[in-house]
């Protein structure tokens, strides 16, 4: 019998990636001493520097190496962005090492909201510098222009089965439509496996938190309020996405290397994407419109059939929801909690979280290994 | 971290199945003329996406269709790789008719298309215009026949999705013809009714058929029906599509032949031809045809000439019956060769680029299909039927009442009436509580019915909702297949029970099969009135008296009804027109022509007349009506404690079991009980057992065939039901295995009072006409 590499989707996170454990993981990347993550991790920081340093910020590698975690600091758009955006690269290069070295094969790319400019970059349709400049811009304008609106998540499935629980999705549609009998701006910002992110003007997150039943979970009560975060993916932001697609011009498109999946499950052809499309959709579209993570990992597995899917750091902040698709999906074989949990502590996973210490050491182990072989 | 290499691709080296010989072969000239191209490319050749290459396409756009069709292609293989190890069941290709991609992106989504088996390209090249669809998986869980197919949930392999406007079918022979006429001029109907429809105002409709299938009499029924309504200035805005291969299976078709008979009806329908194998010439003959259809809506034929690869199927011997120059002179003609060579010759994309996406496809497919073989099948019988006829008789209750609520009932008049008045009113209510309702088929419009059913409808209601047809029994079932489809509650009259044969495959096939495809997303309502039956005195024959109920009981999931009487017609109807609106179901209402003219029990007494029931009243589906013994047809007083006799019955048969019964009690003084079946699918099953467990003795009467008839699943549903220890007494009066005859010699045929009484006193030992 032989064998292949695995077939690998690669998904990217986004905003809230970046917490208190994943302060350092930046410096703790390059220290592994894979040089495709010191050459990939790079290659972004040096253009975000460059962008940072005309604000007079401090750089990435300082801001990752501070002695404790600044949720002020930390969570700022700009600066959590660019954290996220270097950890991911750092992680594209440990992916990178592991297509050369015959491990796997990347088939599709995809990403949950800011996650989508890192698949932009990890895809191949912006290089380093461009990715980076995209990413630095969006960021920097909404700081310029303070929180607009805001978002919320809201569980939606249940917590131990995973399973998509009917009432709940009911009291969301119930809340949208009440916040907008009561005039607010309210949307579905982001569909997230079980969790919903709700996104609209104050008197519409008003409205969610004061008619959505309160569920409890690790402590924390939902609907929960995301800090710090605009009205992403809603009409809120036409004048963001104005501004960006002025300041952002000239940015250097091109189509991907690997089929990548946006948010609204539209697969961009490395054969035939069209880099004009890409620029109209990633500056404008999916910033006023929902973006429907469930549908592009849905997408992924139904067209592409990954063996693997690699969660790109930093963090772990897709696990979850990845781990309900996949139930929801019934995806091989997998059918509920129990059994995603199963197949994780099996020879054969079928998520690779890389901000995950276990998997990224298996991963390191693998590569190794075959270094030496 | 390496995956195991399952069994082998279509492209290995391993021993081949023999459905896996012509598909490695065509797929191997592929390849090679891939590096015939990679030897003569010039990378100067190569241009931008966006530069058009004619036919209305950019490089970028010719690029996204090949790459459908190559999506098609590695599906075959997949077919037949599945079927080969014994994980697919279903080989039917679309190899060299993918073609077809071009007149998908002439067309827009919301377009709803009628698809022929042949036509994945087109259905895939559909899937990449909406956002979030997963074909590759979906076709390929179709193939392994998986419960988890999102369209048919494992019942059959169909080209479908709601998302797509895609409604499945089976396609094979021509029998989806009719129903695109029909929604084409559906359509258009609930957009002249102001009614909501799922298709916007502007779509049209694409039907795509085989060569071979031109010849079904379903196919001409419908272009006939095409050019009739275009003639008589109706808009019919549909787009034939033929998918000309010029073979049948194993008959080819004669040169010119398809072309000859598809332009025949210029007049109405305009003609358009162009090469499947090349995908800018069909681009641009699809979008000519499209805006002619869309701009003038008419209809209009789209002859494409593709060629058929890979045989008719996975088990077709295709060397049997053609020469091997032959099949390689057609495998040389393959499409994706002549696209491959285009976009290379064009410098859309290199040969090499070719090859990566060909086999980046082979890859997603073949990792898809690992997926779906291992995915759950239907496990049990009732799995299967789950989606036949989804519904329920609490909703079908609460629309009633909604109906009811809605448009108040007009005029208070209670005064008995015969049938044909009370169905008339019954109509006129239900066209006026639903906007959406029609009501047509030959002479309802102006002459109001042959039997004056549908008296004045036309003129109370106007011609929107109620209009003649043309006379042909096929089309007249599409069009109400079709107008289901697009939103209205279609309302067809079949003249006669005898009329219905030619086309019941209209019925069976393709208007009962559809929720059942679809597992219920899509839906075509109806109810179906069929005059029917015997005992005509007017108008004899076969033609005019047919019995055979089995016809449409034998059609799975089709609800049949059958009133003896006004009231329970008018709520029979009532049911069946809620449940096309609120579950989508499609039934028959077998309606007695002898019953229409009937107004008595007794001659002169007028007891054959019923007032029109009170709005909200209607007769649940399965529920029977009980002439208990004291019932004043049955001659009244006190009830018997158990009766002597039950007959279980329908149609005629009820008034002359009601006529049997009071003799037996005139003359023995036996006290009997009477059942109307009122619904012959599904039976009331449940009444029969209470009307046999309160009477000593049972008797069926059937005025259908003694063999198929109504009383074989009654006598079984006894046998089924009795004690073990104490069987039930039961006979049966049907009628014979014959066509009816012309004149009296009818009456040799079907069951009468008199027969009635006789089986009645023999069953009950009353031989003589003395007590046992």
């Known amino acids: 019998m032989s064998s292949r590499p695995l077939r690998a989707a690669l998904v990217c996170p986004g905003r809230g990636s970046y917490l208190s454990p994943e302060l350092g993981s930046l410096g703790r990347a390059r220290e592994e001493g894979v040089t495709e993550v010191r050459t990939s991790l790079d290659a972004v920081v040096r253009e975000l520097d460059t962008c940072r340093a005309k604000r007079g910020q401090p750089s990435v590698m300082t801001l990752d190496s501070a002695e404790r975690f600044s949720p002020r600091e930390h969570l700022r758009a700009d600066h959590a962005s660019a954290l996220i955006l270097a950890g991911s690269a750092a992680d594209l290069g440990l992916v990178k090492a592991a297509a050369q070295a015959g491990l796997i094969e990347p088939v599709v790319a995809c990403g949950n909201s800011l996650g989508w400019y890192t698949a932009l970059h990890v895809s191949g349709a912006l290089d380093a510098p461009n990715a980076a400049r995209l990413v630095d811009t969006m960021a920097s304008i909404q700081v310029e222009r303070g929180e607009e609106g805001g978002q919320l998540v809201y569980p939606i499935a249940d917590d131990d089965s995973w399973e998509v629980d009917a009432t709940r999705s009911q009291a969301v549609e119930e809340g949208l439509a009440a916040a907008r009998a009561a005039g607010g701006q309210a949307h579905v910002s982001i569909w997230l496996g079980g969790n919903v992110v709700l996104a609209g003007d104050e008197p519409a997150l008003k409205v969610f938190t004061e008619t959505l039943p309160p569920v409890e979970r690790k402590g924390r009560t939902f609907p929960l309020r995301l800090a710090g975060h605009s009205a992403f993916h809603t009409p809120l932001m036409t004048e963001m996405s104005g501004i960006a697609q002025g300041r952002l011009g000239d940015l250097g498109w091109r189509a991907p290397e690997m089929p990548l999946i946006d948010g609204r499950g539209v697969t961009w052809s490395p054969f035939h994407a069209d880099p004009a499309a890409l620029r109209q959709y990633t500056l404008e579209t999916q910033v006023l419109e929902t973006y429907d993570f469930t549908t592009s990992v849905r997408v992924a597995l139904r067209e592409h059939a990954p063996d693997l899917l690699i969660l790109l750091g930093p963090g772990d902040s897709l696990g979850g929801p990845v781990g309900q698709l996949l139930v929801a999906e019934r995806w091989s074989g997998i059918a509920s909690r129990a059994d995603f949990l199963e197949r994780q502590g099996s020879d054969d996973p079928i998520v690779a979280s890389l901000g995950r210490a276990a998997d990224r050491s298996r991963l390191l182990g693998l590569l190794e290994a075959g270094a030496k072989a | ?772």
């Open chain 2, 1 to 772: 971290m390496m995956a195991p290499e399952p069994d082998a691709p279509v492209s290995s080296t391993s021993p081949l199945s023999p459905k896996l010989v012509s598909a490695r072969r065509v797929d191997q000239r592929f390849l090679d003329e891939l590096v015939e191209l990679d030897a003569q490319w010039d990378p100067r050749r190569r241009r931008d996406l966006g530069d058009p290459v004619g036919g209305g396409l950019t490089g970028r756009d010719a690029l996204r269709l090949f790459e459908s069709q190559v999506l098609s292609r590695h599906l075959d293989f997949e077919a037949r790789v599945m079927g080969a190890a014994g994980e697919g069941f279903y080989t039917i290709g679309s190899s060299g008719h993918e073609g077809n991609a071009s007149v998908a992106a002439a067309l827009r989504p919301t377009d709803p298309a009628l698809l022929h088996y042949r036509s994945g390209a087109f259905f895939l090249e559909r899937a990449r215009q909406v956002p979030g669809q997963t074909p590759t998986l979906d076709v390929l869980l179709g193939l392994a026949a998986s419960r988890d197919d999102p369209i048919s949930g494992g019942r059959h392999k169909v080209w479908g999705s709601l998302a797509l406007n895609v409604p499945p079918q089976t396609s094979t022979i021509a029998s989806h013809l009719p129903k695109a006429v029909g929604l084409a001029l559906g359509i258009e109907r609930a957009a002249h009714l102001g009614v909501p429809s799922p298709h916007p105002r502007d779509a049209i409709v694409l039907c795509s058929f085989g060569d071979a299938s031109l010849n079904h009499a379903t196919a001409q029924a419908a272009f006939q029906a095409a050019a009739w309504a275009t003639e008589r200035k109706l808009p019919v805005p549909v787009l034939f599509l033929c998918e000309d291969n010029g073979i049948g299976i194993s008959v080819s078709s004669p040169p010119g032949w398809t072309r000859t008979s598809l332009a025949s009806r210029g007049r109405q329908i305009a003609y358009f031809e162009a090469s499947g194998l090349d995908l800018v010439d069909a681009h641009q003959a699809a979008r000519a045809a499209v805006d002619h259809v869309r701009l003038h809506r008419h209809p209009a034929v789209l002859r494409l000439d593709v060629v058929r690869l890979l045989g008719h199927a996975g088990a077709d011997p295709e060397h049997v019956y053609r020469e091997e120059e032959e099949i390689f002179a057609t495998e040389k003609q393959d499409p994706l060769l002549c696209s491959a060579r285009f976009l290379a010759t064009a410098g859309v994309a290199s040969p090499s680029e070719l090859r990566d996406l060909y086999e980046s496809t082979r890859d997603r497919v073949r990792a898809c299909s690992r997926e779906a073989v291992r995915r759950p099948r239907l496990e049990s019988a009732a799995d299967v039927e789950a989606p036949l006829a989804p519904r329920d008789a609490a909703t079908i209750a609460a629309e009633v009442k909604r109906s009811a609520e809605s448009a108040p009932t007009e005029g208070r008049d209670a005064s008995p009436r015969p049938m044909p008045r009370v169905i008339n009113r019954a109509l006129r209510e239900l066209l006026t509580q639903h906007r959406e309702m029609l009501v047509f088929g030959e002479d309802v419009g102006k002459r109001g019915g042959v039997y004056g059913v549908t008296d004045r409808l036309q003129k109370t209601v106007g011609r929107a909702q109620v209009f003649d047809s043309l006379l042909d029994e096929t089309s007249i079932l599409g069009m109400a297949i079709g107008c289901g489809m697009a939103g209205l509650i279609p309302v067809p009259e079949i003249q006669f029970l005898a009329y219905l044969h030619n086309a019941i495959d209209q019925l069976r096939g393709e208007a009962s099969s559809l929720q059942f495809f679809s597992q219920g997303q899509h839906a075509n309502p109806m109810v179906v009135r069929i005059a029917s039956l015997g005992y005509q005195k007017g108008f004899g024959g076969h033609f005019h008296n047919d019995n055979s109920t089995a016809a449409v009981r034998d059609i799975p999931g089709l609800v049949v009804g059958c009133p003896s009487r006004g009231d329970d017609a008018a709520g029979i109807l009532r049911t069946l027109v809620a449940a096309a609106k609120a579950c989508g179901t499609v039934s028959v209402q077998l309606e007695p022509i002898a019953l229409y003219k009937e107004e008595n029990l007794e001659p002169g007494d007028g007891a054959w007349k019923f007032s029109y029931p009170e709005p909200g009243w209607h007769v649940p589906i399965g529920e029977g009506r009980l002439y208990e013994s004291d019932h004043e047809f049955l001659g009244g007083g006190p009830a018997a404690e158990k009766a002597d006799l039950t007959i279980v019955t329908y149609g005629n048969g009820v008034r002359l079991s009601l006529l049997a019964a009071r003799a037996l009690r005139e003359k023995h003084g036996k006290r009997c009980t009477v059942l109307d079946l009122r619904w012959l699918q599904p039976l009331p099953t449940q009444a029969i057992v209470d009307a046999a467990t309160a009477a000593s003795a049972v008797l069926v009467v059937d005025e259908g065939r003694r063999a198929g008839g109504v009383a074989e699943p009654v006598m079984s549903c006894l046998l089924e039901n009795q004690p073990v220890d104490a069987p039930w007494r039961c006979a049966r009066v049907t009628g014979t295995d014959t066509f009816i005859p012309l004149g009296p010699a009818a009456n040799h045929c079907l069951p009468s009072t008199d027969s009635i009484r006789e089986a009645a006193e023999s069953l009950l030992g009353l031989n003589d006409g003395g007590e046992a």
